[in-house]
Nanobody
Framework: QVQLVESGGGLVQAGGSLRLSCTASGRTSRTYTMGWFRQAPGKEREFVATIRWDGGVPLYADSVKGRFTISRDNAKNTAYLQMNSLKPEDTAVYYC???????????????????WGQGTQVTVSS
């Protein structure tokens, strides 16, 4: 089992920045693909970004490309999501997820992720 805990959410003005962290514990997550998803009020949860276990092949949703950066530090069992130029439409609960399958190309599909965190709220005011 892997436990994921997100942190770093909060309230920020439009144009501001936040960095989310996702720390894993339990079975080693160093070989797991790590992804970020978000769910805005009244909407389905959607893909944001993902990164392979070795730090390769970062993928982003079109809506965040160029503004968000996903990274990981395997020595710390932590994945990060740096969010810049935030917009009110980025307001959502952000979830960290882990995929243990070691696929070569990370997936954008929620169903491919085995473990999920509880989420952290990000609110962007206009």
């Amino acid at each position: 089992q892997v436990q994921l805990v997100e942190s770093g959410g909060g309230l920020v003005q439009a144009g501001g920045s936040l960095r989310l962290s996702c720390t894993a514990s339990g079975r080693t997550s160093r070989t797991y693909t790590m992804g970020w998803f978000r769910q805005a009020p009244g909407k389905e949860r959607e893909f944001v970004a993902t990164i392979r276990w070795d730090g390769g092949v970062p993928l982003y949703a079109d809506s965040v490309k160029g503004r968000f950066t996903i990274s990981r530090d395997n020595a710390k069992n932590t994945a990060y999501l740096q969010m810049n130029s935030l917009k009110p439409e980025d307001t959502a609960v952000y979830y960290c997820a882990a995929d243990s399958s070691r696929r070569l190309r990370p997936s954008r599909l929620q169903t491919e992720y085995d473990y999920w965190g509880q989420g952290t709220q990000v609110t962007v005011s206009s």
